[in-house]
């Protein structure tokens, strides 16, 4: 069974910078799409970035020249560093991975595999 584990969320001002991290406990890692996803309260989930197995990266437009996405296959783990955060911004962030898929923000909500979840708060 794929586990997937998210940390690093947390309450910032706007402007600020936070490091979300995601560890998958599956020895395939290397070969999944993985990404991540966000859902604010009232509002449909939103993909955030995704980086395919070639390391390929997607951004949606929204934190496009904000947020940057890695991948680290050695420790089997997703990175998001976010910055010039924003009220917007503000939202549960999950990490998700599957094989075989499109490697775009806009089909990360489908993916096989995710997390539960890290909370970003930020105030203005």
């Known amino acids: 069974q794929v586990r997937v584990a998210e940390s690093g969320g947390g309450s910032v001002q706007a402007g600020g910078s936070l490091r979300l991290s995601c560890v998958v406990s599956?020895?395939?890692?290397?070969?999944?799409?993985v990404g991540w996803f966000r859902q604010a309260p009232g509002k449909a989930r939103e993909g955030v970035a995704a980086?395919?197995?070639?390391?390929?990266?997607a951004y949606a437009d929204s934190v496009q020249g904000r947020f940057i996405i890695s991948r680290d296959n050695t420790n089997n783990t997703l990175y998001l560093q976010m910055n010039s955060l924003q009220p917007a911004d503000t939202a549960m962030y999950y990490c998700?991975?599957?094989?075989?898929?499109?490697?775009?923000?806009?089909?990360?909500?489908?993916?096989?595999?995710r997390g539960q979840g890290t909370q970003v708060t930020v105030s203005s």
């Open positions: 599956e020895y395939t890692f290397s070969r999944y799409c």
């Open positions: 980086v395919d197995v070639d390391d390929t990266i």
């Open positions: 998700a991975a599957d094989g075989g898929v499109y490697c775009y923000p806009d089909y990360i909500t489908a993916f096989q595999y």
